[in-house]
């Protein structure tokens, strides 16, 4: 007796740019029925939407919250830079009082062999090279004096800096406590959304999930199952519908996508 071999299915790979045609056959194509599918998306929109809303609760803080900490790693980096560069500057003093006891040893060398010279020509060497030093010390000297000036106004410059890393970390506490708060409040009518969002999500195809996840974030206002709006016009662009389309929309066999707006259009009677 022959065994009964089991054809597997292939699912395609999802492909963002796929045409709703494929779509439709792929959502069709399922032991479910298209109805209970329309009726969990029109589910899993409710949730998402009841998300949103409580996610606009907490109005302008997230982005307030963000905003400063981007302007305090700014500032920081900032901070790090000037302290380096005080750094750099204090080395360059270093180097320039190395270079000034080298300068002053090699006057000294110079002035001991002028005791010892012989001829008028070694002496103008000499002298030569005593004044080379002393320009040399001279340029060192300059180049501590104006470092250590320009040490002091970048020291000043730092210490603002660093007062208003200060208030401005005082600010982002505040508006962090003050979020939190905002979120406590919401956290556990959101668990309760959200554990239905998953629930909902977890029996929907992954390619229907990618379409559905794709409208969301291309629409204005994150809508992407929508109702019928007075009687004949899509709930989310307010676009006529046509009336065969209407029909196909009221019998729940079909997943039907808006031709102006591309949302998903669900049966009135989920509502």
């Known amino acids: 007796m022959a065994t009964k071999k089991t054809v597997k299915k292939v699912e395609a790979p999802i492909d963002q740019?796929?045409?709703?045609?494929?779509?439709?056959?792929?959502?069709?194509?399922?032991?479910?029925?298209?109805?209970?599918?329309?009726?969990?998306?029109?589910?899993?929109?409710?949730?998402?939407?009841?998300?949103?809303?409580?996610?606009?609760?907490r109005g302008a803080l997230p982005a307030e919250v963000e905003a400063l900490e981007s302007e305090i790693a700014d500032l920081k980096t900032r901070e790090a830079a000037l302290a380096e560069l005080l750094?750099?500057?204090?080395?360059?003093?270093?180097?320039?009082?190395?270079?000034?006891?080298?300068?002053?040893?090699?006057?000294?060398?110079?002035?001991?062999?002028?005791?010892?010279?012989?001829?008028?020509?070694?002496?103008?060497?000499?002298?030569?090279?005593?004044?080379?030093?002393?320009?040399?010390?001279?340029?060192?000297?300059?180049?501590?004096?104006?470092?250590?000036?320009?040490?002091?106004?970048?020291?000043?410059?730092?210490?603002?800096?660093?007062s208003h890393i200060e208030i401005r970390t005082e600010d982002l506490l505040a508006k962090k406590e003050e979020l939190d708060k905002t979120v406590e409040s919401t956290a556990a009518e959101e668990k309760v959304w959200q554990d239905r969002r998953d629930a909902l999500a977890a029996k929907i195809d992954d390619r229907t999930m990618s379409a559905y996840e794709r409208i969301r974030a291309s629409v204005h206002n994150h809508l992407a199952v929508v109702g019928v709006y007075n009687e004949n016009s899509c709930g989310g662009c307010f676009n006529t519908i046509t009336p065969q389309r209407l029909v196909e929309v009221s019998s729940n066999r079909k997943l039907i996508i808006c031709e102006h707006c591309g949302r998903i259009i669900i049966n009135p009677d989920f509502e």
């Open 17 to 57: 740019r796929e045409t709703f045609v494929s779509l439709q056959k792929n959502f069709a194509d399922s032991s479910e029925s298209v109805a209970e599918k329309l009726k969990t998306l029109y589910e899993l929109q409710k949730a998402d939407s009841e998300i949103d809303k409580i996610v606009q609760r």
């Open 87 to 162: 750094e750099q500057m204090n080395r360059n003093i270093a180097d320039a009082k190395l270079a000034i006891a080298e300068h002053e040893s090699q006057i000294e060398k110079y002035q001991r062999q002028l005791n010892t010279i012989s001829n008028s020509r070694e002496y103008d060497s000499l002298s030569k090279e005593i004044e080379n030093q002393e320009l040399e010390k001279q340029i060192a000297e300059k180049v501590i004096g104006d470092t250590r000036y320009e040490m002091a106004t970048k020291k000043d410059e730092l210490d603002d800096l660093r």
